[in-house]
């Protein structure tokens, strides 16, 4: 029995792909027919809905590699208690501490907006972004390291009646 399987997220990876591809080529087109320079900058209503739907099935495509590398593709009854290594436990304290320094700079990077001068709303989402995903990766080292995992197996002896 396969709790997760890597064949639909790799089709929607290679949909992704291709969405991406037809985006950029249909730019390519705009482009020639107006001899060699796209009108505008902007994209075009056709291509905004080719990078959404190439962006929602790249996320798809992520979430399902990401949830079989956290659980694993096949079930196995019984308790499974987690072993880390130095290494993981490592690079979780590295991340930790990149965290917290990211932390910190984000808060002297706002102090710093609101008392000398205006900085870039780009710069304040990159360094929450990237606290974000630090966080993120942290996360998942903890699900996939140190967290421990319990199936249970039952029979199909229940009070629902189909």
Do not use: C
């Not at 089709?11 to 027919?33: E, K, M, N, P, R």
């Not at 291509?47 to 659980?71: D, H, K, M, N, P």
């Not at 972004?129 to 199936?151: P, R, S």
Request: glycine share 10%; aromatic share 12%.
């Amino acid at each position: 029995m396969y709790r997760n399987d890597t064949v639909i997220p790799f089709f929607a990876l290679l949909l992704s792909v291709a969405l991406y591809l037809a985006t950029y080529l249909d730019g390519q087109h705009i482009a020639q027919l107006h001899g060699g320079k796209p009108p505008h900058a902007a994209l075009s209503e056709g291509q905004i809905g080719l990078v959404a739907f190439a962006t929602l099935s790249l996320i798809y495509a992520l979430i399902g590699y990401f949830s079989a590398w956290l659980e694993g593709v096949e079930l196995r009854p019984g308790r499974h208690v987690p072993s880390p290594g130095m290494a993981v436990t490592l690079v979780a304290l590295i991340l930790a501490v990149v965290e917290a320094a990211l932390g910190g700079f984000f808060v002297r990077l706002l102090l710093y907006h609101l008392t000398e001068k205006p900085v870039s709303s780009a710069a304040e989402g990159t360094v929450f972004g990237l606290m974000m995903l630090v966080g993120a990766v942290l996360l998942a080292i903890y699900k996939k390291y140190y967290l421990g995992d319990e199936v249970l197996v039952e029979e199909e002896h229940s009070e629902v009646p189909w």
